[in-house]
């Protein structure tokens, strides 16, 4: 299903009954709250325990768009599930890295390697 | 924590139109010179992150209309020169001449009733026409994003905005934080009274609306250590030697 408003594009990929992938297009700013929140639902069941971040579309991300990623963090913490990313550009890993998001959300290179790591 | 599959292919580069608005990564936070500021607590710390924090996650949002003869571009550009003269009396922040700009360092030397001035900073991590954003190092009261920003609302008035998502850093401001009035002093207030003096130097007399949300009523208790690290308690410890030093 797609969860699409503005300038942000959410679409979610349900892997097995324990991890999901959410594929970020186009921004995360303040304004794509609710395209995230919901896909983050959608992703999300009962016994999900690692939902992944495809960022290979993402095009734009400013300061809100951070905060957002620190409100889902919180969310997927509190549901015990692990929060990991893929595709994130050598820009957007520096973003990660100044933001230290990345010690937080497990980075990796590629969707095999993060589904990897989601079952480690 | 970062995991990297060796042999896999990153995600090409290209060029983004974010790319100049952000900061570059840094490990712990340069050494400035700021006239007339005490300066401490800043040099050599790293940033600290909402995930790094203590005390309980918070998203304020305070926010003001400032009238329709300003656009939010204008707003923003002269809160980013002018940023320590909408702040209240008392609290002072010390930035380049130039202002705010990704990677530049403010240096805060901030009045805490009952207490020596404390000396902290902040690290603009994020600048652009319509927006900026500051993260603080450790032993600042305050760990995670906070952003001020502005946009015109559904009246057409231009609206300036600051928003926190920020945990208090260790467990001392935790307390501090817990305490009505000098929680409220040390935080709430100075965005309300800053964004009432940045109203008014456009003219405008307006209320401060805000929003307050704890997002997680959970306590870090792995981060408690971040006290090492207290500007308040390190800024109370300095003073007796600055005022040898002067002497």
Known sequence: M?????????????????????????????????????????????????????????????????????????????????????????????????????????????????????KA | MEERTEGATAATAAPRRDTGHWAKPVA?????????????????????????????????????QVGSSVTPQELISIWKTRFGEFWPKGQRMFLPASGIAPGEVGLINASIPGTPTMATGVLVIYADDESFSFMSPEGHPFAGPLTFSAHVDEFGFTVAQVQELTRASDPLWELAMMLPILGERMQNDLWRQTL????????????????????????????AKNIFYNAGIRSGLGAPLRLFRRR
């Open chain 2, 196 to 223: 009432r003096n940045l109203a008014l130097s456009f003219g405008a007399d307006a209320n401060v609306h805000e929003r307050i949300v704890c997002v997680d009523k959970r306590r870090q208790w792995k981060n």
């Open chain 2, 28 to 64: 712990r936070l340069a050494a400035v010179e700021r006239g007339g500021a005490l300066n401490a607590n800043v040099a050599g710390r790293r940033i600290n992150a909402a995930a790094g924090g203590f005390g309980r996650l918070f998203q304020k949002t305070f926010s003001v």
């Open chain 1, 2 to 118: 797609t969860q699409a408003v503005g300038k942000s594009d959410m679409r979610v990929r349900r892997i097995d009954d324990h991890t999901s992938i959410v594929e970020v297009r186009g921004e995360i700013t303040a304004a794509s709250e609710k395209p995230l929140m919901d896909a983050y639902a959608e992703a999300s069941g009962a016994k999900t325990r690692a939902v992944i971040l495809d960022f290979d579309g993402l095009e734009y991300m400013n300061s809100g768009g951070i905060g957002l990623l620190v409100t889902l963090l919180v969310r997927a913490n509190r549901q015990k599930q692990r929060l990991a990313a893929f595709g994130l550009n050598e820009h957007y890993r520096q973003i990660f890295e100044l933001t230290r998001l990345d010690e937080a959300i497990g980075i990796f290179d590629d969707e095999a390697s993060a589904l990897a790591g989601a």
